[in-house]
């Protein structure tokens, strides 16, 4: 498959600082390659201000029109959200395809989503970033073709009227309400059966998939790419005390994550919200891994899950080789693809929710063998003796006050 050729443009304002300005077009220049494009150069402009018209200076325009033309480019990238009249406007001066980032990231989404929930949402999140862009796009249009920003609704529905675009997308709110009241009865039911849940988040590309495939033992999409996992997924998991949480792999947040992602994510992301402890797994070998723990935090906190207990997974360092200085606590420094690492993790995991737990010890008798098992599944037991005499157990052990069982452990004791 010939790969398309494309030049990324970056306006730099005084707003955003040199650090974040150069990441998030490192950012950009990944998001292109996950869409199999060719990145030939990159543009930068200082400026005061975005351009009105145009998003960057008439000047740079007229030169990128040069390099465009010399070079055969087949699409100009933006590292912003353009307004309708900016994309147009440019695209008629370059005479190509122009792409800004909430559509590049729109169409990483729709070539990622499986489940038809995820499928809903990207083409929800779609049509309405399309809706007020489709008044004079008939050029625009001609441009379109094939290959990178076209998947998802396609050209037919563009073409349609604003009538069938607001109906459709009525549809689709409706059929993902249903989703989230399936979703909601599932958590209701999770929590009557006091199931503890950790949800996995982080940047995106640092490792979240590949480290809930060697936790849960199963094979989830992990590959080298941005925004590989759209989809949640929860799986049991057994830590070494014998007690069993849910765990959920999430989607990888990123800088200016487009707003309407955040609102039509919304219901993937409330496992995050719904969750009782947090790994926030953060790619150590990045130079950039402080930026994206900041990013991380601060949408942790616009989603109200901010004071949800949380441990930092500084993963990759097998390929960190300088020495390694951790931004938050508590923290652990590892390798998802080391087996040690990953029974390291996991006792430090229980370290983490012995800290903040209410420690117990019970008398119980041996025919309280129901209660017996739920202890060792839903608490953390750190020591169990069974006096032969009596017959009974003497456990003791950490467990959480949310848990249906802290009652009946303080009022056996």
């Known amino acids: 498959m010939l790969k398309e050729q494309a030049i990324l443009i970056g306006c730099h304002t005084g707003k955003q600082s040199e650090e974040s300005f150069h990441t998030s077009m490192d950012e950009l220049k990944a998001l292109a390659l ?19 018209a145009l998003y960057i200076g008439t000047g740079k325009v007229e030169e990128i029109k040069e390099f465009v033309s010399e070079q055969e480019i087949d699409i100009a990238i933006v590292n912003s959200e353009l307004s309708p009249s900016q994309a147009r406007n440019l695209s008629e001066h370059l005479e190509i395809k122009v792409l800004d980032r909430t559509q590049l990231i729109l169409d990483i989404f729709a070539m990622r989503a499986r489940t038809k929930e995820g499928k809903l949402q990207v083409e929800l999140a779609q049509l309405e970033y399309l809706l007020p862009r489709l008044h004079g796009q008939g050029v625009a249009l001609s441009r379109l073709g094939g290959g990178i920003g076209t998947r998802g609704p396609g050209e037919t529905k563009l073409e349609t009227d604003r009538r069938h675009i607001r109906r459709r997308i009525t549809e ?42 060697r936790l849960t033992q199963t094979e989830s999409l992990a590959e080298d790419k941005l925004f590989a996992t759209l989809d949640p997924m929860t799986r049991k998991i057994t830590l070494p005390s014998g007690f069993q949480p849910l765990i959920s792999d999430t989607v990888g947040f990123i800088q200016e994550l487009p707003t309407t992602l955040i609102a039509a994510f919304r219901s993937t992301l409330e496992e995050v919200i719904e969750a009782d ?3 926030h797994v953060v790619d150590c070998s990045n130079r950039h891994y402080v930026e994206h723990e900041k990013t991380v935090h601060e949408i942790l906190n616009e989603l109200g899950a901010g004071n949800i207990p949380i441990l930092t997974v500084y993963n990759k360092s097998d390929l960190n080789s300088e020495s390694f200085i951790p931004y938050t606590t508590p923290h652990i420094l590892m390798s998802a693809l080391d087996n040690e690492d990953l029974h390291r993790l996991k006792l430090t995991i229980e370290q983490t929710l012995m800290d903040v737990w209410e420690s117990y010890e019970v008398k119980l008798k041996s025919s309280k063998g129901k209660l017996i098992n739920q202890l060792k599944r839903d608490t953390i037991i750190t020591t169990e003796t069974f006096n032969e005499d009596d017959e009974t157990y003497v456990i003791e052990g950490f467990v959480s006050k949310d848990s249906p069982l802290y009652t009946n452990i303080t009022q056996s004791e």
Do not use: M, P, W
């Not at 990159?42 to 975005?50: A, H, L, S, Y």
């Not at 249903?178 to 849940?197: G, I, L, P, T």
């Open 277 to 279: 402890f947090i790994l």
């Open 172 to 213: 689709i709110k409706r059929a993902i309400d249903q989703v989230v009241k399936q979703r909601q009865q599932y958590r209701e039911r999770r929590k009557k059966n006091s199931a503890f849940q950790i949800s996995i988040v982080g940047y995106t590309n640092a490792g979240k998939s590949t480290l809930f495939n």
């Open 34 to 52: 996950t869409v199999n494009a060719e990145v030939v150069e990159t543009f930068i402009q200082k400026r005061d201000q975005i351009h009105s």
